[in-house]
């Protein structure tokens, strides 16, 4: 059974360039969060997506958007890319519930030059 | 808001031996679970235990294990007879129970264990 998946593992962009960011649940899992991760840091929430709406929102720019398509799958886009946009980018999934915690990917490693 | 604090940034242990490792969060919720993650090198964060806040029992998976002290906020993890695998980073995490609307798995900023051969 496939877990989470990402794509890419590793992307390097230039400063104001965009990028997209790509994500497949557990299979059985509705609900998509994605998190950021600054070296030495923990993840920090940026939103979440439950029945292809964004559900909950964290203390990030409006240049972080995300989707959720019809099969659970999703996208994070950050515009205008920011040095300080350099970080390991975790995708979460779960079934619509807290309680058994989230099933995290092995992330996106966004280095912005 | 929710914090998690974990106070130590880096820890070892010899192989075989016994380590504690330490959490403390902060809220106003009454209902609630906290998890142990463990970040190895390859980046995938993987449960390592989780425990719920209206039960008293302490969760035990194998050769882990955590004290859970409700009133003092307290959620440590001990490793038993630790192995060079174990060696990883660490995360303390909180999320409130269901129902409301948040939903946001909030995480302290880790712990480095090195298991010593």
């Known amino acids: 059974d496939a877990g989470v998946t990402q794509s890419p593992t590793h992307l390097i962009k230039t400063r104001g360039q965009q990028v997209t960011l790509r994500c497949s649940p557990k299979?059985?899992?509705?609900?998509v969060s994605w998190y950021q991760q600054a070296l030495g840091q923990g993840p920090q929430f940026i939103f979440q997506y439950y029945e292809e709406e964004e559900r909950q929102r964290g203390n990030f720019p409006d240049r972080f958007s995300g989707h959720q398509f019809p099969n659970y799958s999703s996208e994070l886009n950050v515009n205008a890319l920011l040095l300080g946009d350099s970080a390991l980018y975790l995708c979460a999934s779960s079934r619509d519930s807290r309680s058994y915690g989230y099933t995290f990917g092995s992330g996106t490693r966004l280095t912005v030059v | 808001a929710q914090t998690v604090t974990q106070s130590q940034p880096e820890m070892s242990v010899q192989e075989a031996e016994t380590v504690t490792l330490s959490c403390t969060y902060d809220?106003?919720?009454?209902?609630?679970?906290l998890f142990w993650y463990k970040q190895p090198p390859s980046r995938q964060m993987i449960l390592v235990i989780r425990?719920?806040?209206?039960?008293?029992q302490n969760a035990t998976e194998n050769r882990f294990s955590v004290n859970f002290q409700k009133a003092a906020k307290s959620f440590s993890l001990k490793i038993s007879d630790s192995q060079l695998g174990d060696a990883a980073m660490y995360f303390c995490a909180y999320i409130p129970e269901s129902g409301g609307s948040n939903y946001k798995l909030t995480f302290g900023k880790g712990t480095l264990l090195t298991v010593n051969p």
């Open positions: 809220t106003s919720e009454s209902d609630y679970y």
């Open positions: 299979s059985g899992h509705d609900t």
């Open positions: 425990q719920e806040a209206y039960k008293q």
